[in-house]
């Protein structure tokens, strides 16, 4: 059973969510707030592993924790971003695992971060080409990604890519009716 995920990039924002199952307490919160609480938890859980082990937070291997309600699985790629899975309390940790592995791998790399034209989440920190008035090229401030557009589920934050929400969803839905059999 899967009931969502998010995507967290570097500077803590979650630049994707989506819900998978309709109907539960997930729908009580607002979209923003469960985001925030799922990224806190991530951030406690890190540290505290990190001081039961005496490393730092960014050597301390942290895969999923469960209550008696769902699983939290947790993957952080090279480059900061965190991906997030929340799963019923009896999914394999490591199968999910090379799950998120691969939608980082073969789908968000390949419809968002090999795309041109996808909006760079952290646009203060990017440059993009401006023409100045004589139309010499300078680098200037990246555009602002766009405000979340209210829908009837959890809006994607930055990540707009239709091909990867595609891709994903279909992923995803995979997963749920191969263990709905």
Known sequence: MIYSIHIFDRHCDCIFRDQYLQGTALNVL??????????????????????????????APFLAY???????????????????????PNVNTVAVRDILKSIYR??????????PLAIVPNGSANTVPVLDVDGVATAGPAPKPPKAVPTT???AAYITNVAF?????????????ANSD
């Open 153 to 155: 589920g959890p809006p």
């Open 106 to 115: 073969d789908i968000y790399v390949e419809h968002v971060a090999k795309n």
């Open 30 to 59: 607002d979209p923003d707030e469960h985001a925030k609480l799922v990224y806190g938890v991530i951030y406690s859980v890190r540290n505290l592993v990190a001081k039961l082990r005496h490393e730092p937070a960014a050597d």
């Open 66 to 88: 469960a209550t008696s309600h769902y699983k939290l699985h947790y993957y952080e790629t090279p480059t900061s971003l965190k991906f997030v899975l929340m799963t019923g």
């Open 165 to 177: 929400k595609a891709a994903l969803d279909r992923l995803i839905r995979g997963l749920i009716q």
